[in-house]
């Protein structure tokens, strides 16, 4: 007798065992069929998205753009007035150059 009720309450916990997840499982549902929802529902959504991504794109480049164009500008500019403060420096040499000839040839006339 001890024998049969070992044996019958060993299969009374296996089956509860068994039955008691599977019922759980039906309650929630499965975390892949939740995914599944998402991408259904994020693919009607994907061609405004993408669209949407192409524009952020688009402005982005554009703005580098104008970034690159307006730096390209400035390094340009600073060239230019380089060049000139040069030229300027070069005709301040060559005029104080004239300028310390030109005394003395003046003079060498004017003592003469």
Request: charged share 40%; hydrophobic share 30%; no cysteine.
């Amino acid at each position: 007798m001890k024998l049969f009720a070992v044996f019958s309450t060993t299969a009374l916990a296996i089956l509860l065992g068994i039955s008691v997840p599977v019922y759980a499982q039906q309650d929630e549902p499965h975390p892949q069929e939740e995914k599944r929802a998402e991408t259904d529902g994020r693919a009607a959504h994907e061609p405004e998205r993408q669209e949407e991504d192409k524009r952020m794109e688009r402005d982005k480049q554009d703005k580098e753009n104008k970034e690159d164009k307006q730096a390209d500008r400035e390094k340009e500019n600073k060239h230019v007035d380089q060049e000139e403060k040069s030229a300027r420096q070069d005709g301040r040499h060559e005029q104080q150059a004239l300028s310390k000839a030109l005394p003395v040839s003046s003079t060498a006339a004017v003592g003469s």
